[in-house]
């Protein structure tokens, strides 16, 4: 019987898509779930007459594969991927590649990298995007790990990603250990602040202009043949036009709570971790979880006062306004999305390609869009750019956009309707184009109730002083030093 080129273990959606794809484009594979029905489900059904094989146990998986084994594990993150792994390594031989699939913490990946490379195996932790659909026709997928394992890996991710127009992979190796998986955490980063900078937009259209959902549908119809041309601008166009079975738009009818799946929780604990401040993504989560309080906020809602949104102004000329202060917002978000990489590849010692990350999120993922062409134009200018707000193109667009970015800012916050993650895109570019921000004051807080000691202006840099601000603190100084 002919041997399979890969196995796939977890037959949820992904996995079940995934595994269509492949035999789609000519690979054979064999499949595996811990709930067996599942597989004689899936084999009697969707992948009836494809080159799918069905297994009902962990080694009858491994012995219907060609050698090196390549094993991909389509499972929830967590320990069901490290007991599968300990299942596994049993079986397989030396050179033989385990693959994670999911969107595990790229901690656990560096040292499930170390564990299975340990045991004589090779091992990859890949993030793939694009949701159900991408899966199925083509994802963007980020793999890192065992350098060794990716030419034996490939032929079938390049073959399966999705395609550019000029015939690209979405798929490129990423580097060492979690590198595959922090760059996919970094992009459902992007992702939740993408997403976040749209609803809030939606809002003040809906709020401040009264707009209908049909109106809207229009505007953003319109905006995806600009700059801001992109996968989710795209669907929050058609989101608004969709109707309910009574006729009405159906997007008057969701209720406002939003879920979660971490990867943007855990983007923004990284980024404390590095020190790098992530302050529109982190803002973005925390929308979400305040979106979660719908019973407190409806509560809050009857003792709370604030204004009532009013507009007074040109409609049309305010809407472009919308326009750039979303597109200013979207710079903000990527630049601080590729300042953590940035700061990450340094500290474990990664050597990120960034343009070429910008390549594999041209298509099949969710963030998708005309502007990643862009920041790939940037690091091909300037391969050791350390923030995109400093390329040409970037820092000209900031400038064009900014009158409008700071008028739907302060209309916003003056009518009472929340832009958190609007309003600290637009704090963290003026943070970052001061020269001088106070935290000088800080500095001699921390000095005057801890002896933290600050620097001087007028003296050498790296050189820290002390002072006795009450006459009765003595001359002694806590070690300087940055947790």
């Known amino acids: 019987m002919e041997k399979a080129d890969i196995g796939l273990i977890g037959l949820a959606v992904m996995g079940e898509n995934l595994v269509m794809n492949m035999a789609s484009k000519g690979f054979t594979v064999a499949v595996y779930n811990r709930s067996t029905e599942k597989?004689?489900?899936?084999?009697?059904?969707?992948?009836?007459?494809?080159?799918?094989?069905?297994?009902y146990s962990i080694e009858e998986l491994v012995s219907k594969?060609?050698?090196?084994?390549?094993?991909?594990?389509?499972?929830?993150?967590?320990?069901?991927?490290?007991?599968?792994?300990?299942?596994l390594?049993?079986?397989?031989?030396?050179?033989?590649?385990?693959?994670?699939?999911?969107?595990?913490?790229?901690?656990?990946?560096?040292?499930?990298?170390?564990?299975v490379e340990k045991n004589g195996l090779l091992y990859i932790g890949t993030g793939i995007s694009g949701g159900e659909e991408g899966a199925l026709k083509g994802p963007s997928i980020m793999p890192g790990g065992s350098a060794e394992a990716w030419p034996h890996v490939k032929p079938i991710f390049q073959t399966i990603a999705a395609k550019v127009d000029d015939?690209?992979?979405?798929?490129?190796?990423?580097?060492?250990?979690?590198?595959?998986?922090?760059?996919?955490?970094?992009?459902?980063?992007?992702?939740?602040?993408?997403?976040?900078?749209?609803?809030?937009?939606?809002?003040?259209?809906?709020?401040?202009?009264?707009?209908?959902?049909?109106?809207?549908?229009?505007?953003?119809?319109?905006?995806?043949?600009t700059e801001l041309n992109s996968y989710l601008i795209e669907i929050t166009r058609d989101i608004l036009a969709f109707k309910d079975e009574d006729g009405k738009p159906l997007i008057d009818k969701i209720l406002d709570t939003a879920g979660q799946k971490g990867t943007g929780k855990w983007t923004a604990i990284s980024a404390l971790d590095e020190g790098v401040p992530l302050t529109l993504i982190s803002e973005a989560v925390q929308a979400r979880f305040l979106s979660a309080m719908k019973e407190e906020?409806?509560?809050?809602?009857?003792?709370?006062?604030?204004?009532?949104?009013?507009?007074?102004?040109?409609?049309?000329?305010?809407?472009?306004?919308?326009?750039?202060?979303?597109?200013?917002?979207?710079?903000?978000?990527?630049?601080?999305?590729?300042?953590l990489?940035?700061?990450?590849?340094?500290?474990y010692g990664w050597n990120l390609n960034y343009g070429g990350?910008?390549?594999?999120?041209?298509?099949?993922?969710?963030?998708?869009?005309?502007?990643?062409?862009?920041?790939?134009?940037?690091?091909?200018?300037?391969?050791?750019?350390?923030?995109?707000?400093?390329?040409?193109?970037?820092?000209?667009?900031?400038?064009?956009?900014?009158?409008?970015?700071?008028?739907?800012?302060?209309?916003?916050?003056?009518?009472?309707?929340?832009?958190?993650?609007?309003?600290?895109?637009?704090?963290?570019?003026d943070g970052l184009r001061s020269e001088n921000l106070p935290a000088n004051l800080l500095q001699a807080q921390r000095d005057y109730f801890g002896a933290h000691t600050y620097e001087r202006v007028d003296r050498s840099s790296g050189e820290f002083f002390h002072t006795n601000w009450t006459g009765e603190g003595g001359d002694t100084a806590a070690s300087t030093y940055n947790a």
């Open 341 to 347: 990489m940035h700061s990450a590849s340094k500290t």
């Open 357 to 429: 990350i910008a390549l594999i999120w041209r298509g099949g993922c969710i963030i998708r869009s005309a502007f990643l062409e862009r920041i790939k134009e940037a690091y091909d200018r300037n391969p050791q750019l350390t923030n995109l707000i400093f390329d040409p193109f970037f820092s000209d667009k900031l400038k064009s956009c900014q009158q409008s970015w700071r008028k739907v800012t302060v209309l916003a916050l003056a009518n009472g309707i929340p832009v958190p993650a609007l309003s600290s895109a637009l704090c963290y570019y």
């Open 297 to 339: 906020r409806v509560r809050a809602s009857k003792v709370l006062t604030g204004p009532i949104p009013k507009f007074e102004g040109d409609r049309s000329s305010f809407i472009e306004d919308l326009r750039k202060a979303l597109y200013a917002s979207k710079i903000i978000s990527y630049a601080q999305g590729y300042a």
């Open 167 to 225: 015939g690209s992979p979405c798929c490129e190796w990423v580097g060492e250990d979690g590198a595959g998986h922090f760059v996919k955490m970094v992009h459902n980063g992007i992702e939740y602040g993408d997403m976040q900078i749209i609803c809030e937009v939606y809002h003040i259209m809906k709020l401040l202009l009264g707009m209908t959902p049909g109106e809207m549908h229009e505007v953003f119809g319109e905006w995806n043949k």
């Open 89 to 115: 390594i049993p079986y397989l031989e030396k050179g033989d590649i385990i693959i994670d699939g999911g969107n595990s913490n790229y901690m656990d990946t560096i040292c499930r990298t170390k564990y």
């Open 65 to 87: 594969l060609k050698r090196p084994r390549r094993v991909m594990l389509m499972v929830k993150a967590g320990m069901p991927v490290d007991s599968l792994i300990d299942e």
């Open 39 to 55: 597989v004689t489900r899936f084999i009697e059904g969707r992948a009836k007459g494809k080159s799918i094989i069905g297994t």
